[in-house]
């Protein structure tokens, strides 16, 4: 990557802590933060409360164009907003998880939503000097050329364990299968497009499996630093 700014890529599983460590680690780091599934959220969100049919992809498509989405990309408070209206927990329901690969696997949607992302990663990283972006294919189409690309990974017994307890608190035990379907289901579909299963060359894999969430961050960090050690912000 030429520019003088940190640009660091994470892809990865359902519910191996992309989201989470990638923030706390731009949080560390004191740099932009992008969430790029979130975008792929929005757009559902959009489609369903405009009674757009998720299975007619050129519809699907022309509301991508249109949508009025912006990403608030500040680590301590990132943000989802449509038309003005905040929508960060609308686009986490159960209507819209379950929804969300039918735009993900529009391959008229992709190129739209990879191009903002690509655009939003310039943007963010020449305002506050670099950017964690994550997502499925941030490693591999999106920023390929990234200074640091990562592979964060987990068992899948680790993903359905965090994502349960996540969704179910103490219940998180007995909850385990009614997960099953927001993570294997989702990552089934969602790999019918993107590649996030395993590292393409160059990308370095971090298994968190065995870690817990600061030790995760850390590992993120320690990669980053090895990577790109002159671009790491003072
Ligand atoms: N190493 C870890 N150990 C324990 N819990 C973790 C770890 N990493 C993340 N978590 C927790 O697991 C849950 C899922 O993490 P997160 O939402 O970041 O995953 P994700 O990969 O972004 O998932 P998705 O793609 O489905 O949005 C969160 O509750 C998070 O706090
Ligand atoms: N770069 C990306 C980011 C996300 N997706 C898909 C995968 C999921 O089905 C959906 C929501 O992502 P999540 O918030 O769960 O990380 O979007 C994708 O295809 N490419």
Request: net charge negative; glycine share 6%.
């Amino acid at each position: 990557m030429s520019s003088k700014h940190l640009v660091v890529a994470v892809d990865g599983p359902s519910g191996s802590g992309k989201s989470s460590v990638s923030r706390a680690a731009a949080k560390a780091l004191g740099v932009g933060y992008l969430d790029t599934g979130a975008m792929y959220r929005a757009v559902t969100w959009w489609c369903l409360e405009e009674g757009i049919d998720l299975t007619d992809q050129e519809a699907v498509a022309q509301a991508t164009r249109d949508i009025p989405l912006e990403m608030g990309t500040d680590p301590a408070s990132p943000s989802v907003h449509v038309g003005g209206r905040e929508i960060e927990d609308d686009i986490r329901t159960t209507r819209v998880s379950e929804a969300v690969s039918k735009v993900a696997t529009n391959t008229l949607v992709r190129p739209l939503l990879q191009q903002l992302q690509r655009d939003l990663i310039d943007q963010v990283a020449t305002e506050t000097g670099g950017v964690v972006a994550e997502g499925r294919d941030i490693t591999t189409v999106v920023a390929p050329d990234a200074d640091v690309r990562i592979l964060l990974t987990a068992s899948v017994e680790a993903r359905l364990r965090r994502r349960s307890k996540e969704l179910h608190g103490h219940a998180a035990e007995h909850a385990v299968e009614a997960t099953r379907d927001q993570i294997v289901r989702r990552d089934a579909d969602d790999s019918t497009v993107s590649d996030f299963m395993e590292a393409a060359e160059g990308v370095t894999l971090v298994d968190t499996s065995d870690l817990d969430f600061e030790q995760s961050v850390d590992a993120l960090l320690d990669v980053v630093r090895s990577e790109a050690p002159d671009k790491v912000p003072a």
